[in-house]
């Protein structure tokens, strides 16, 4: 009785960071194991003959699987990072007042710079900001990703509107002075 060989479903894979992807075992000897060479950039489970790899940082890795005759397949792995993408690229907010610019895609671990002290910056939850506008002008926001990705967000501060306010002339009626304001 010949040893089969061991085959998996696909020779390499791609995979955006954050994300799963699965391969099946197609023929093999049974008993069959499955490691990564780096848990840091992607782990791998198995169930009878579905493999999951499971990616937490953008790098490249080798999934390798064995069976019970000590056959082995190496399948190299590379995790590309997902692009960085935002609610908004473009922000205009009242003096005095806040807007929020949310993140819609991206590598986690975020951070933000501004050209300027026009504006603060506030972390609105892990994927978003709350941006106040301390003075009138215009700010540029870069929002930046784990991977380096970084995207702008061009911030326009307005003064707020005037308000007038005056005083009506009182008048007298039934006994009482009213007054009112504008």
């Known amino acids: 009785n010949n040893p089969k060989n061991l085959v998996i479903s696909t020779s390499s894979l791609s995979i955006q960071n954050?994300?799963?992807?699965?391969?099946?075992?197609r023929d093999g000897?049974?008993?069959?194991?499955?490691?990564?060479n780096n848990t840091?950039?992607?782990t791998v489970s198995l169930n009878w003959t579905i493999v999951?790899?499971?990616?937490?940082?953008?790098?490249s890795t080798t999934i390798t699987v064995r069976d019970s005759t000590g056959r082995q397949v190496n399948l190299p792995v590379t995790i590309t990072a997902k692009p960085l993408t935002l609610d908004k690229t473009?922000?205009?907010?009242?003096?005095?007042?806040?807007?929020?610019?949310?993140i819609t895609n991206g590598n986690g671990w975020y951070s933000v710079t501004k050209n300027n002290t026009n504006v603060s910056v506030y972390a609105?939850?892990?994927?978003?900001?709350?941006?106040?506008?301390e003075?009138?002008?215009?700010?540029?926001?870069?929002?930046?990703?784990?991977?380096?990705?970084?995207?702008?967000?061009s911030v326009t501060v307005r003064?707020?509107?005037?308000?007038?306010?005056?005083?009506?002339?009182?008048?007298?009626?039934?006994g009482y002075v009213w007054w009112f304001y504008f």
């Open 18 to 25: 954050w994300n799963t992807a699965t391969f099946t075992i």
């Open 40 to 42: 840091s950039i992607a």
């Open 135 to 153: 003075k009138v002008w215009s700010s540029i926001l870069n929002i930046r990703d784990s991977a380096g990705r970084v995207v702008s967000v």
């Open 124 to 133: 609105n939850g892990s994927t978003g900001y709350r941006v106040y506008g």
């Open 90 to 102: 473009s922000i205009t907010i009242d003096e005095k007042t806040s807007g929020y610019i949310n």
């Open 159 to 174: 003064e707020l509107p005037k308000i007038t306010s005056y005083i009506h002339t009182p008048t007298v009626e039934d």
């Open 29 to 36: 000897n049974g008993w069959y194991t499955t490691t990564s």
């Open 52 to 59: 999951t790899i499971t990616t937490k940082a953008v790098w």
